[in-house]
Antibody, heavy 121, light 107 residues
Framework: EVQLVESGGGLVQPGGSLRLSCAAS????????MDWVRQAPGKGLEWVGR??????????EYAASVKGRFTISRDDSQNTLNLQMNSLKTEDTAVYYC????????????WGQGTLVTVSS | DIQLTQSPSFLSASVGDRVTITCRAS??????LAWYQQKPGKAPKLLIH???TLQSGVPSRFSGTGSGTEFTLTISSLQPEDFATYYC?????????FGGGTKVEIK
């Protein structure tokens, strides 16, 4: 079964840091691009960023709202996707989902179950 | 950035109804559009990609049409399990963006 499982969420103070992980199983993790998407409480979906595969030099893209603060990485040997979040703001409070990009970059499937990040003093 | 405007933002419908949701892009995105279904407390689920291709395992009552700037998601006969929030997403250019969502509730 293709599965993504996020971990690492929790409560952090403004200005703090947090590292999220996404463990993949059931497919060849090194092949696809991987993305992060977040959803603030009661709000819609917001794309956070992408990391491409080794063939594409692990290049990344970020939303303007997180660029310079968040870093996406992957460890293909451990089947793990990471999101390092620094200089966190209250507006970063959200459920964070990892997602696999389907071939041709046509959509995201599957998504993980999400992990909640709360930024508050 | 490409803005996606979904309409309506909320609709009330009955089991068996035909339901249509529209997604308009602020500029042309060819067929680079996906549709997702999200139920409360759950992750989104891919329904349609490339504007009209049904994702494997998704019931055939779901269909998508459109290209350029205007897209629709149609549920031909609404089932109890279809009551959820639906989002469109453009994958034509970065930053990727989502529509604001359409919540489908039971009448």
């Amino acid at each position: 079964e293709v599965q993504l499982v996020e971990s690492g969420g929790g409560l952090v103070q403004p200005g703090g840091s947090l590292r999220l992980s996404c463990a993949a199983s059931g497919f060849t993790f090194s092949d696809p691009f991987m993305d992060w998407v977040r959803q603030a409480p009661g709000k819609g979906l917001e794309w956070v960023g992408r990391i491409r595969n080794k063939l594409s030099s692990y290049s990344t893209e970020y939303a303007a709202s997180v660029k310079g603060r968040f870093t996406i990485s992957r460890d293909d040997s451990q089947n793990t996707l990471n999101l390092q979040m620094n200089s966190l703001k209250t507006e970063d409070t959200a459920v964070y989902y990892c997602a696999r990009v389907i071939i041709g970059s046509r959509g995201f499937d599957p998504w993980g179950q999400g992990t909640l990040v709360t930024v508050s003093s | 950035d490409i803005q996606l405007t979904q309409s309506p933002s909320f609709l009330s419908a009955s089991v068996g109804d035909r339901v249509t949701i529209t997604c308009r892009a602020s500029q042309g995105i060819s067929s680079s559009l996906a549709w997702y279904q999200q139920k409360p407390g759950k992750a989104p689920k891919l329904l349609i990609h490339a504007a009209s291709t049904l994702q494997s395992g998704v019931p055939s009552r779901f269909s998508g049409t459109g290209s350029g700037t205007e897209f629709t998601l149609t549920i031909s006969s609404l089932q109890p399990e279809d009551f959820a929030t639906y989002y469109c997403q453009q994958l034509n250019s970065f930053p990727l963006t989502f529509g604001g969502g359409t919540k489908v509730e039971i009448k």
